[in-house]
């Protein structure tokens, strides 16, 4: 382990306090694993927002991957 330092907002330390509490671990264990999964996830904020859209909308139509055209075409037509 490598020891440092970080400055923390009052708010900030009281969460992280409330955090280590209920999940029985102590708060460099909470920041710990708030600093791996920042580093794992997607650098660009765009592609959170993209993959958290996927599937956000349901038609109820089965076959749309089968059938695209068919369906835009009738949606189109509309």
Request: negative net charge; glycine residues 6%.
């Amino acid at each position: 382990m490598v020891r440092t330092q970080i400055s923390l907002t009052q708010p900030q330390f009281e969460a992280l306090k409330a955090r280590a509490e209920v999940t029985g671990t102590s708060m460099a264990a909470v920041i710990r694993d708030a600093v791996d999964r920042a580093l794992t996830a997607p650098a660009d904020e765009t592609w959170v927002r993209a993959l958290d859209a996927v599937g956000a909308g349901q038609s109820g139509i089965d076959d749309v991957s089968l059938d695209h055209d068919r369906h835009l075409a009738d949606a189109l037509a509309e």
